[in-house]
């Protein structure tokens, strides 16, 4: 039976990527130090004999206490403060989760000669000036910015991966992963389908920045969790671009979840962040000609569902 290590596994994507790990029959150990994830997102896993968790810093030293010596066949490394909220907050600690993170897990790949899948992100494209964004695009980015410390620590993490991969020989994969929503995501992390929902659950202004003219395009967390385990049992090398090229909006997205929510919430505007990237969509032709993978759900059928989970938290 397969062991698998996950950094970041209580987050997001990291808790669902842990459910179908073990929905298809691998052994997992999941590592977090909760920082930006929550114990509670894996709470369905306590009781499952394949599931062991850590609660553990990936950056500092007996991080890998919780292997216990057992073989590794994979790793997957998700640990990320992805959200503008919690990069801001820590940039540090997220330049170090690029760095000495990534290292560590890298090292324990090489050392197990075992798979590894670096979640990486599209903001190594910065604001790009290339539309769709393949991945031959090399970016436009702020090296300096307040954005940097998210963007640079992605751009560290895909070189030493690849470095890995060329001088010791380890199998490794990088995913570049576009906006992805869903539920067990958090109501103050920033990103904008938090955002906009729990303001129009509470009823409160939909705040859009900017003119509401830049672009976004959302996948749903399971269309996101498939595309990685495919990369993963795939032999890519080469950054893969997972997302869903539906584009649309600020503005448009901001009326979508009004109608949607049934909300009376008004959108008000305000000013656009530094370096906020103007487009954003994927271009996932290597996706789907390497992968055979595309995303399957739609944006009303997963907003759908993002809706209800959202509505227990917030008590509507």
Known sequence: MPHIVVSGAAGFIGSHLCDRLIADGHQVTGIDNCITGSEENLEQLRRNKRFRYAHSDVTQPGWDRAIDGRPVDGVFHLASLASPVDYLKHPIETLETGSTATKNLLELARRHDARFLLTSTSEVYGDPLVHPQTEEYWGNVNPVGPRSCY??????????????????????????????????????????VPAFLDQALRGEPITVFGDGTQTRSFCYVSDLVDGLVRLYESDVREPVNLGNPAEMTMLEFAETIREMTGTSSRIVFRELPEDDPKRRKPDITRAQELLGWSPKVGLREGISETIAYFSQLVGV
Not at 151 to 177: C, L, N, P, Q, W
Not at 179 to 185: A, H, I, K, L, Q
């Open 151 to 192: 963007d640079e620590s992605k751009r560290f993490a895909e070189a030493i991966t690849m470095a890995y991969h060329r001088v010791h020989g380890v199998r490794t994969a990088i995913a570049r992963i576009f906006n992805t929503y869903g539920p067990r995501m958090q109501l103050n992390d920033g990103r904008v």
